[in-house]
């Protein structure tokens, strides 16, 4: 079984701030962990893909996140927020016996 | 590459009527999904094929539903007789592998049932 939980259903950030947007899973596998992002009437657009090649994934946009088995977390950072990150964010897990979890989505909302 | 395709991107109907959704998926891919996205249930899988083969179709809300994949670059998603709670935007999507490798959305399809 698998599950993901975006703790935070909107997030709003400065434009010139960081953004943190925060996922924790459950995967009785080793999971595959994915970041999708979908901008209004648009899309989901991949962002970064964990496969356990290394636990800091980079991402399009400079958008990074890091795998941490311990605390069952793979939270998306960016240092800097810019008015055209305003868009929803998906967190979802996958394994090799399982197809694709989504997370219910968390909206990033950038203001000046 | 052109990416995954879908048409129509917009499609109006009434009640009742017969919606046909379809899908193109990229090229040399083995996957393709189709999705359900709506305000109040989020993004729902409704089916998936594996090399044309439907292979998890639990997801399909009821008998008016139906999806077919004849071929590699080809597939429809039927809604028969539609109804104004099928509203939605309806995405397809393909991946190299399967199920749970990395899928590639289409832009979708915004359904509206009158």
């Known amino acids: 079984a698998q599950s993901v939980t975006q703790l935070d259903s909107h997030v709003s950030v400065s434009e010139g701030t960081p953004v943190l947007l925060r996922c924790n899973y459950s995967?009785?596998?080793?999971?595959?962990l994915f970041w999708y992002v979908q901008h209004p009437n648009k899309g989901l657009q991949l962002l970064l893909k964990y496969t356990s090649a290394a636990t800091l994934v980079k991402g399009i946009n400079g958008f990074e996140a890091e795998f941490k088995k311990s605390e069952t977390s793979f939270h998306l950072t960016k240092p800097s927020a810019h008015m055209s990150d305003a868009a929803e964010y998906f967190c979802v897990v996958g394994n090799t016996a399982s197809k694709l979890t989504f997370g219910t989505g968390t909206r990033l909302q950038v203001t000046l | 590459d052109a990416g995954v395709i879908q048409s129509p991107r917009h499609e109006v109907t009434e009640m009742g009527q017969e919606v046909t959704l379809r899908c193109k998926p990229i090229s040399g891919h083995n996957s393709l999904f189709w999705y359900r996205q709506t305000m109040m249930r989020g993004l729902e899988l409704l089916i998936y094929?594996?090399?044309?083969?439907?292979?998890?179709d639990s997801g399909m809300p009821e008998d008016r539903f139906s999806a077919k994949m004849p071929n590699a670059s080809f597939s429809t998603l039927k809604i028969q007789p539609s109804e104004p709670r099928d509203s939605a935007v309806y995405f397809c999507?393909?991946?190299?592998?399967?199920?749970?490798?990395?899928?590639?959305f289409g832009p979708g399809t915004r359904l509206t049932v009158l």
């Open positions: 094929f594996n090399n044309n083969v439907p292979i998890d």
């Open positions: 999507a393909s991946s190299l592998g399967g199920a749970a490798d990395t899928q590639y």
């Open positions: 995967s009785s596998y080793s999971p595959s």
